[in-house]
């Protein structure tokens, strides 16, 4: 007997029972002009039916209820989504029975932004946000931002709904909206999935998913919730045995003891230890930790930035002179490193594609801590080349951290200790410079027009500094001016890059970001490319509709700005006359959108285009103002390629 | 042709154009400044061959600044933009040099022949370069403090 047959005898028997006034329906299936086979409904044309056949209306709790209780269960505060009928159960489940709380519904424009907002989200929050995808069309929209998601390592429930029985599906839409297997959609880029087929199972995999997304090494976790499970009343005696797992979190996987003491054998042992950190900072702890293994070991840090690892004015922070640093080095102690192959070797943008090893210590020794290798998929290719190392240590290097430091201060005799401080203040000296070269940097551009990104960046600098800030969006487009000029010394204050480099993630991104940020007192300013602006512009109305503080800036450079130097390449190296065609298909100009006007239509407070940098500061403080009462606000700067 | 003098890639400047490198490489700054050397040396070399030196239009050197592509690299006033392409603004480089490194370049730089772009092109981009004003001094920006 199937579901959906014992689902009609249950409506039947509450139907049955005149003396409590029960009249439930099954609303999809009364819409059709024929029952399925085996359905307890007859098969009459939908406009003879007499009123009675249609039990209208459910009473007591639904599958999609108890859906809600199991989301508050895990504290779930956000559910961002565009609606869909395939979870038409759920969302009406969490506006009314859930009252809107725990989760919150976050209404957005796109699915890719809904998924991108959970990426930031969890940067700041460090706890995963959901959000909700329609069947097939709806997960494949979001499929980008999930995949970004999954190659940065960062953990987001993603929900979504199906009508698995096909006899019960409308025609056409609902049929369009069903697969047999939608989560092969995402499944490589995923960590987990399940279309749970009763509410035990699905409380269960709900608390599985969140115990499995949130240790490392991390990745987004889609559920699909079933439509009839999601809409059908929840039968009494079914009700009463329904158990919510208890949510306990599970401890990070750390290194083995033993591999870490040899480790830490090594570092002492090294003359010139270097420390590579890339997605190591994973808790608000972790800046303040390689401090102190810095400063134990007085080794330089090389900070890849794509968390915040270090604060960046720190003397043993060398990312700047990050090439000097590892030269020098006779031991590289990776944590978490993306691309550890990269690290020491390079293949030019040249025909031939060499393969170039970079200049380093022909006795260099690796040590490796991380677990980017313990998620390697087969179909994309995000987990790099293979790279060798001489002691790879599969762990969490955050969690490893404190055994590490231990059985460094086990193992380091009074000598030891002398080395390390003498070496400290020296390494404390090469950094001395870093910031005042900087400063003179910027000002080579400070007058120009189009603007500046130093100039951008340092008038925002200029605004924000006496406050409590955060920003979360990437840096590299803007020559990394922030990490080189602010001080950016607390752990909330950056948060890396999109993982994937899928264009279309700073907007939505730094949007979760700041909903992680609203009522924390925090300034969140993101400075945003106009390419990547473009591919999520509705971005802006979530954030007006939903008063979620924020500043954009967008970086208007008018173009496809990488590209245009691909292109530019490319005609250059086929030795193109005059270049005539080169900016075909890269520029965003001819006409030149106006931002201002796009975010104004969307309900926020907008300046621009500015093109003088005389004007940034007045804008800048005018927007401030805005986003200080709890409103977003966008910049459009008129701004030099990069 | 003359040897060219300017360090390769992975010497001294860093990363070249982001997408071929990981997010989160960047250049050695402090690099750059034996990069500046290399370029210094190459200075005196172009002092010797001032004479040589041809004289171009710095309008129309910025006209073909931007219609080549140099800014997208470089920046607008040459300023460098770290991974793409390095400051030649104000960085004491001899005409020699930059013919030399346009043509047959050392590091990641596209090569432009004389048929892409004429000695007087480039004439007149190294007009362009050396007539920028000087830039403001840092300690007076307060911005910058």
């Known amino acids: 007997m199937t579901k959906k047959i014992k689902r009609r005898q249950f409506l039947a028997g509450l139907a049955a029972a005149p003396a409590v006034g029960v009249a439930a329906s099954a609303t999809r299936a009364v819409a059709q002009t024929q029952a399925a086979p085996g359905s307890a409904i007859p098969a009459v044309p939908l406009t003879d039916r007499p009123l009675s056949d249609m039990p209208p209306q459910t009473i007591g709790k639904t599958g999609s209820d108890f859906m809600v209780d199991v989301m508050k269960s895990l504290d779930i505060q956000y559910i961002a989504s565009c609606p869909g009928s395939t979870f038409r159960g759920i969302h009406e489940s969490i506006i009314n029975y859930g009252d809107n709380k725990t989760p919150e519904f976050i209404t957005t424009l796109h699915e890719d932004t809904a998924a991108a907002m959970c990426h930031g989200y969890y940067k700041v929050a460090k706890k995963p946000m959901a959000c909700m995808v329609h069947g097939t069309v709806g997960l494949q929209h979001a499929s980008m931002a999930i995949y970004n998601a999954f190659a940065d390592r960062v953990p987001m429930l993603v929900m979504s709904g199906s009508i698995g029985n096909p006899v019960t599906r409308q025609a056409y839409i609902e049929w369009n909206h069903a697969a047999q297997d939608q989560a092969a959609i995402v499944r490589d880029i995923t960590k987990y999935d399940d279309q749970p087929t009763s509410l035990q199972a699905f409380a269960e995999s709900m608390v599985r998913s969140y115990e499995i997304m949130t240790t490392a090494p991390m990745a987004p976790v889609l559920i699909t919730a079933d439509g009839d499970l999601q809409e059908d009343p929840i039968p009494p005696e079914m009700e009463k045995k329904l158990r919510i797992p208890k949510l306990k979190a599970r401890s990070q996987p750390a290194g083995d003891l033993l591999a870490v003491r040899e480790a830490a054998k090594m570092l002492v042992a090294a003359e010139n230890p270097v420390i590579y950190a890339n997605r190591y900072g994973r808790t608000e702890n972790a800046p303040a930790q390689l401090v102190a293994l810095a400063e134990l070991l007085g080794a330089p840090v090389v900070d890849a930035h794509n968390r915040m690892n270090m604060p960046n004015r720190h003397p043993l922070n060398h990312s700047f002179r990050r090439e000097a640093a590892l030269q020098n080095a006779d031991l590289i102690l990776a944590l978490e490193p993306i691309d550890l192959w990269g690290l020491n070797n390079y293949v030019p943008d040249l025909v031939t594609r060499p393969n170039d090893p970079r200049r380093r210590n022909p006795n260099l020794k690796i040590v490796h801590i991380g677990t980017e290798g313990m998620m390697a998929k087969s179909n994309f290719q995000d987990f790099q080349r293979f790279a060798e190392a001489d002691l790879h240590i599969s762990g969490d290097a955050e969690a490893t951290m404190p055994a590490l430091m231990e059985a460094l201060k086990t193992q380091m005799s009074a000598a030891d200790k002398s080395r390390c401080d003498g070496r400290c203040s020296k390494v404390k000296e090469q950094s001395a410079k870093l910031l005042e070269q900087a400063r003179a940097e910027v000002a080579y551009s400070w007058d120009t027009k189009p603007i500046s990104s130093g100039r951008l960046v340092m008038e925002l600098w200029d605004q924000i500094k006496n406050e409590d800030w955060m920003m979360p969006s990437e840096t590299q487009f803007v020559v990394d001016w922030p990490y080189r000029l602010w001080d950016i010394n607390k752990p909330y204050q950056t948060m890396g890059g999109s993982g994937a480099q899928g264009i279309g993630y700073n907007s939505p991104a730094a949007l979760g970001a700041a909903l992680a940020n609203k009522g924390m007192g925090r300034t969140t300013v993101a400075i945003v490319g106009d390419g990547d602006f473009n591919m999520a512009p509705g971005v802006l109305w979530t954030a007006a509709h939903h008063k979620i503080p924020i500043l954009y800036i967008v970086h208007n450079n008018r173009a496809y700005h990488q590209e245009v130097m691909m292109i530019l390449r490319m005609a250059a190296r086929r030795q193109r006359v005059q270049n005539k065609n080169v900016y075909v298909g890269t520029l965003i100009d001819n006409p030149p959108p106006d931002y201002a006007k796009i975010a104004q239509g969307y309900g926020l407070f907008a300046e621009g285009p500015v093109s003088d940098p005389k004007d940034l500061a007045g804008a800048m403080r005018r927007a401030l103002d805005v986003v200080r009462r709890g409103e977003p606000a966008l910049i459009d700067v008129v701004s030099d390629g990069r | ?145």
């Open chain 2, 1 to 145: 042709m003359a040897h060219n003098p300017l360090p390769r890639r992975g010497e001294g400047l860093g990363e070249g154009p982001g997408w071929s490198s990981p997010i989160g490489l960047e250049m050695d700054v402090t690099k750059r400044s034996v990069f500046l050397g290399a370029v210094l040396a190459v200075l005196s070399f172009g002092v010797a061959q001032a004479q040589d030196t041809p004289k171009g239009d710095p309008k129309a050197g910025l006209a073909n600044f931007q219609k080549y592509g140099c800014y997208s690299c470089h920046g607008i006033v040459g300023q460098g933009t770290m991974r793409d392409g390095p400051r030649i603004n104000a960085a004491g480089i001899g005409y020699a040099a930059v013919l030399t490194q346009l043509r047959t370049p050392r590091y990641e730089m596209p090569a432009y022949t004389a048929v892409q772009i004429p000695d007087s092109g480039v004439a007149d981009i190294y007009a362009y370069l050396t007539t920028l004003p000087k830039p403001p001094d840092p300690k007076s920006l307060k911005q910058l403090q």
